[in-house]
Structures are given as C-alpha cells and as structure tokens.
C-alpha cells in the first residue's frame, strides 16, 4: 500500500530562474518547504521580498495560506482562493482581476516590516527603493465577485471597480482613501470629496471648460449611467461600514452621473437631486463634523 505523505512547497519563479535549496552534505535541490507537525492544521504561511512582480496568477490554493508580500507589483489574476486566504502586503500595487473566491478574502497594508519570527528581527527590504510608498495600491477587481473581499487601510484612488460583482457587499474596514476631486480654481468648490477613478476618466474627457484639468484620463470613459450604478453599491458597503463622510460623497457622485445621464427625464433627475441626493451630502457632512470625522463637499 502507498503510503501518502503531505507536504506544502513554495514555487517562487524570478526573471525565470526557479528558488530551490540544498541540504547541507548533500548534492540534490528541493523546493523550500516541508511535512506539517503531527496534529498541525494544514495552512501555508509564505514570506517574500521582492523588487519586482509577485506573479499569483492562475494559482490555485486549497489550504488556508496567508501570503506575507514586500514586492512592488503583485498579480492574482484568475487565482483561485479555495479557502480562506490573507493577504499581508507592503509597497504592492495589487491586481485582483477575475479572482474566483470561494471563501473570504482578506488584503491588509502592514505599516511596518514583516518580522522573520514572532518578536525576532524585521526581514530586510534592501532591494526595494527607500523612496517607495509602503501603502498597498489595489488596481482593479474586474470580474471577481465582491462579496469575499475585505479591505483593510488600502489606497483604492486608482482602483476601477466596473466589471466586478456584488460591489455593495464588500467590505471596506479601516483607513481605505478614494480618489478626491482636483483641487484649485476659480471654478471649483473650496473642499474636496471623495470620487471614484472612473469619474475622473470620464471628467477628463467631458469637462466643460479648461480649468478641468486635473482629473485623470482612462482608457475609456463609462457612461454616466454606470457610473451611477457604480456610486450606488459602493455607497451602500460604506454606509454598511458606518463610513458616512465617503458615503455622503458617494451620493453626490450618484446625482452627478444621473444628472449627466441624457437618457433620464430632466424632472426625475432635478426633483431626486434637490430632494434626496445634493440635501444628503450638507445633512452628512453635518453629522460627520459633530463627531469629529473628516467630511466631503462636492468640487
């Protein structure tokens, strides 16, 4: 009878050279890993630095696994999450694109170095550039089901969020930003609020004088339309997470898109505008500022 024996190995591949190890005394390389504990849970635990790209694509985990990552760009495009699984990263600009999870998700900014064991010295981070921001980036969830994804003190100012599903049940937990409004100029408001990257494309190639410069051009602009109905889940995940002052400006943005929508009644959008949308913004912002959080204002 064959005797099955577990273990867990990690494939790291780099400029397509492949990270073996060698015992010493013997002349045979392995993959870096090994056999769990007798009674150990099968969890995989991975740790890396790298100054390039942490390629995850089309991986496939099936044992909870918490990924530790100081790496300038890293891909999990396609990658299959078959359990629940952490993402622990520094200085990453993240790509979640047609992720399939099957349990929650989790991507977390560590502020400070990861440590090689519990209370033992921080791992070096030599090969990254001192000037790099250590914040987290996520670029794009396009295609993934946003439903298993927590977020936790992620920058999402250049995340598009079209073409994801289920935008209102995810989960934005501690200091995540959005994208704000240029500021300056005669012909903008004299605070700022938050907005989505997909309205800066569409500004930028819709503005209506030259002092709108300042947003941000796309590939593409969505229609308003979209943009609308992007506004409308998002709001609904942060009022869900007590996040009122981004939840007001959401709102705002909603309004905004359906008072561009041509294909609307004009009296629709002027009536749900004055009435529910532009009064929701002063009342929140009202609120927000008597207990002390920061508010938004339209630009």
């Not at 995850?56 to 999450?81: G, S, Y």
């Not at 998700?105 to 090689?116: D, G, K, Q, Y």
């Not at 994208?179 to 500004?203: D, F, N």
């Not at 959401?250 to 505008?273: I, K, N, S, W």
Request: glycine fraction near 10%; charged fraction near 20%.
């Amino acid at each position: 009878m064959i005797q099955v024996v577990e273990k867990a190995a990690w494939v790291h591949l780099d400029e397509g050279r492949l990270l073996t190890a060698r015992t010493h005394g013997r002349d045979r390389f392995y993959l870096p890993g090994g056999t769990p504990e007798p009674g150990e849970t099968p969890r995989l635990r991975t740790r890396d630095v790298c100054s390039g790209t942490l390629d995850l694509d089309n991986a496939v985990f099936e044992v909870p696994v918490t990924v530790e990552a100081a790496a300038c760009v890293v891909t999990c495009r396609r990658t299959r999450w078959a359990t629940v699984a952490r993402l622990s990263l520094r200085y990453a600009q993240l790509d979640l694109s047609s992720a399939v999870l099957e349990f929650p998700l989790t991507v977390t900014a560590r502020p400070i170095p990861f440590l090689v064991h519990p209370g033992d010295f921080p791992v070096l981070e030599e090969v990254l550039d001192d000037d790099l921001d250590p914040g987290v980036q996520l670029m794009g969830l396009d295609g993934t089901d946003a439903a298993l994804v927590v977020l936790l003190g992620i920058d999402l100012s250049l995340c598009e969020f079209a073409g994801a599903v289920h935008l209102d049940q995810l989960r934005v937990d501690g200091w995540c930003t959005f994208a704000t409004t240029p500021s300056g100029g005669l012909l903008r408001w004299w605070t700022r609020r938050s907005v989505l990257v997909e309205e800066h494309h569409w500004r930028s190639v819709n503005a209506r004088h030259p002092a709108g410069a300042g947003w941000t051009p796309g590939l593409g602009a969505l229609p308003p339309a979209t943009l609308a109905a992007l506004y409308r889940q998002l709001r609904k995940s942060l009022e869900d997470g007590k996040n009122e002052p981004d939840a007001a400006d959401f709102y705002y943005g909603e309004m905004e898109m359906h008072r561009h929508d041509t294909q609307r009644p004009r009296g629709e959008v002027g009536c749900t505008a004055v009435v529910v949308g532009y009064g929701a913004v002063g009342l929140c912002g009202v609120i927000a500022a008597k207990e002390g959080a920061p508010t938004g204002s339209p630009p």
